[in-house]
């Protein structure tokens, strides 16, 4: 199986919080990484889902936190097709908690890159790169935030 015969059948970018809320788009967009042609809930045996959970926390000069968002990236895994490889048929990002107090924007979006095959022909392993990334505006002060990851059809993640 090449690298192109892992698509992303779903979203690629889509908003996660929007002045300075979860953004309404969250419920309806995800990703995946499934085999080329194949209908993603043809696949068998789903494990999961997995979970990341990172929290953006901001204080001000008096100790006050100003900007507190909590993130969680969930994902299935171990999915087969025609019985083998291990494909990702759902992948998903929660913010069950986002707090902005007033003087603060907060900004995100979540991109999907092209996903690809990190083990063999015959035994495919599902690879799909995600970046979180947005800005943290004050009234004086811009931030650039970004999180990248890694996710693995066989529940495997890494983060750069």
């Known amino acids: 199986m090449t690298d192109d015969a892992i698509v992303n059948t779903a979203s690629t970018a889509w908003h ?43 204080r001000n000069h008096l100790s006050v936190n100003v900007v507190d968002v909590r993130f969680d990236l969930r994902w299935e895994y171990g999915a087969r097709y025609d019985g083998g490889g291990a494909f990702i048929p759902n992948c998903y990002l929660y913010v069950p908690d986002c707090t902005v107090l007033w003087g603060y924007t907060v900004d995100i979006n979540v991109h999907a890159y092209t996903p690809s095959n990190a083990g063999t022909d015959t035994a495919p392993v599902a690879c799909l790169p995600i970046t979180v990334h947005g800005t943290m505006k004050s009234l004086v002060d811009t931030r650039e935030l970004q999180w990248d990851f890694v996710l693995y059809g066989d529940g495997r993640y890494t983060v750069s």
């Open 16 to 58: 996660v919080i929007e002045s300075n809320k979860p953004s309404s788009s969250l419920v309806s967009n995800t990703c995946n990484a499934v085999p080329a042609g194949a209908d993603p809930n043809s696949l068998t045996q789903v494990q999961g889902p997995n979970s990341v959970v990172w929290r953006l926390c901001f």
